[in-house]
């Protein structure tokens, strides 16, 4: 089935420095790619829906600054944590479709476990 | 009132039992509903999708009542490989296309032998 990876796996960075994740769909393109936020013993948040060539479109409450979405191409988006604080530790999901026409299954990555010291 | 509640568990089964887990979505407009496991520490990934006349896949039954905006879940003969947290997942825009993809806290499930 179609696959999607996400780098890295863990990541630990001191507060106030910026961490990059990457979200691949290995063997499908993916126009359009998801980002979501997943807390300890809550329930995946979506933050932001990545659109190839264009804009991110950010979930009400979500700073666009603050969480840089680019998607260059057809099989990588690229979430930035900038300037993190401890309050961004988090495990970070993306996710796309394998379908281009929008229905059917969404496909994760393996998340992105963020500690900001 | 969330958009989709679950019951969060957690449930304590024995090997063999029954379990059914309920959820309730609040926009009466969305028309897909799914139901992920995430095992602890991991991605989630789909179990099953729920259609209206209810489905069933081997040990697992969803069934969904749109007029009470309800899904459930019934896992028969558990197994202690299904220890996990069960996510109810609602396209709360509608249609199938790229809606938002609302989940649900999660209900865990413990089966020990």
């Known amino acids: 089935g179609a696959v999607v990876s996400q780098h890295p796996s863990w990541v630990i960075c001191k507060s106030g420095t910026s961490v990059k994740i990457e979200c691949r769909s290995l063997d499908f393109q993916a126009t359009t790619m998801f980002w979501y936020r997943q807390f300890p013993k809550q329930s995946l948040m979506l933050m932001a829906t990545?659109?190839?060539?264009?804009?991110?479109?950010?979930e009400q409450g979500v700073e666009k600054d603050k969480f840089l979405i680019n998607h260059a191409s057809l099989t990588l988006s690229t979430l930035t944590v900038t300037s993190a604080h401890p309050e961004d530790s988090s495990f970070y999901i993306c996710s796309a479709r394998a379908n281009p026409s929008g229905g059917g299954e969404l496909f994760f990555g393996e998340g992105s476990r963020l500690t900001v010291l | 009132r969330k958009e989709v509640e679950q019951d969060p568990g957690p449930f304590n089964v024995p090997e063999g039992a029954t379990v059914a887990f309920n959820c309730t979505y609040s926009?009466?407009?969305?028309?897909?509903f799914f139901w992920y496991r995430q095992d602890c520490r991991k991605e989630p990934k789909l179990l099953m999708s729920?259609?209206?006349s209810g489905n069933e896949d081997g040990r697992f039954t969803a069934q969904l009542n749109r007029a009470s905006q309800y899904i459930s879940l019934l896992i028969r003969d558990s197994k202690l490989s299904d220890s996990a947290t069960y996510l109810c997942v609602v396209n709360s825009a509608g249609g199938t296309s790229y809606g938002k993809l609302t989940f649900g806290q999660g209900t865990i499930l413990t089966v020990h032998p």
């Open positions: 729920v259609y209206s």
């Open positions: 926009n009466s407009a969305s028309q897909s």
């Open positions: 990545s659109n190839e060539g264009s804009k991110a479109t950010y």
